[in-house]
């Protein structure tokens, strides 16, 4: 059975983990799901990541992070879904939390948060944002 949307199944994964305390959770791996981990880790959301396995069963590990027993993670939203997508110039992208938390964006220069986009000047599909 196919998945409908996988970025979806891995913020899912990651907000259970969080609701039972789990130190790591695994995921199936993409390029696109590596990157948004990667972002997330560049943000000091997560710990690490690592991708293990190898061809169609690779699968990416991410090491959660807490601070006094309580996630760092608050909240993870997705924000364009397969049934509607979510674009964002780069002088419209959206605030979370009025700039406490960051915005993922999917955009011609690779997948980076909202605020880089918007330094860089370049606009793209807003992925999910997190608190």
């Known amino acids: 059975m ?3 949307d996988p970025i979806a199944d891995m913020l899912t994964r990651i907000r259970n983990a969080h609701a039972v305390d789990k ?4 995921i199936p791996a993409s390029n ?4 948004i981990v990667s972002v997330m880790q560049q943000e000091g959301y997560i ?3 690592t991708i293990n396995g190898e061809a169609a069963s690779k699968t990416i590990t991410i090491k959660l992070k807490y601070y006094n027993d309580k996630p760092v993670i608050e909240s993870l939203n997705r924000i364009s879904k397969p049934s509607l997508r979510v674009y964002a110039a ?3 992208m959206p605030s979370v939390m009025n700039g406490l938390g960051i ?3 999917s955009t011609p220069n690779g997948v980076m948060t909202g605020q880089s986009a ?3 000047n370049v606009g793209g599909e807003v992925l999910c944002s997190v608190s």
């Open 47 to 49: 710990d690490s990541f």
């Open 23 to 26: 130190k790591e959770v695994n």
């Open 32 to 35: 696109l799901k590596s990157a």
């Open 103 to 105: 915005v993922i964006v």
């Open 2 to 4: 196919s998945m409908s």
């Open 118 to 120: 918007a330094t860089q």
């Open 90 to 92: 780069s002088t419209e």
